[in-house]
C-alpha cells in the first residue's frame, strides 16, 4: 500500500491492484497500562477501484477479506517507521470506536504524515524546516543516530531521527 498524496493512496490485494481516495479522521490514544500509549491514526478510505484480474482459490479470498476491510466506514491504522499495519472500527465498551479485527500488515510502506509529504530521506534540517512550517507551535527535536531521547509522550513533540549521515530514517510522528 502506497499513499500516493493526502487524498489518494494505490496499492495491491495480492493478486489486483487498487487506487482510492482516503482521508484522515483524527488521531485515537489509548493509555493501556503499559509504557507507551497505543497511538492510532483514524481514516476513511473511499472509491476503491481495483483492476478485475482473476485470482483463484486462498489468494481471492484473502484479497476480497483485505479490499471489504478498506471498505468499510472508517478504519484504523499504525505507522512505526517500517510497517503499517491496519485495523477495522469497531464500538468500544467505553461508546468510542477503537481498533477491531486485523486487516493487514505492509512493510516498507512510504506514509506521508506532513500535508502528504514523506520527510524519509531529507536531511534533518530541511524536515524540521517543513515540519515548523505547517505547525509552527510544535517542538521539533533532531535526534542523532545512537542517541537516547527520553520515553515521555507529548503532543506538542516531533522527533526527527536522523542517520550518521544526517538524513531522516523513518517518518517523523508527534510525541
Partial sequence: MFFKSKTSVEGSGGCNQFDASWEKLGTLIQINGTEHPLIL????????????????????????????????????????????????AVMGEDGHQTRGMFIGRFDNVPVPSWEGHSLVGMTGDEAKAVIEDINPSLQVQIIPAGWMATADYRLDRVRIFVGEDGNVTREPQRG
Wanted: proline share 2%.
Fill in 41 to 88: 491514526e483514524h481514516m476513511r478510505v473511499e472509491d476503491l477501484v481495483p483492476t478485475k484480474r482473476y485470482c483463484d482459490g486462498m489468494m481471492s479470498q484473502v484479497e476480497n477479506y483485505f479490499f471489504s476491510g478498506l471498505a468499510q466506514e472508517s478504519i484504523f491504522y499504525e505507522f512505526n517507521g517500517e510497517e503499517l499495519t491496519l485495523w477495522d
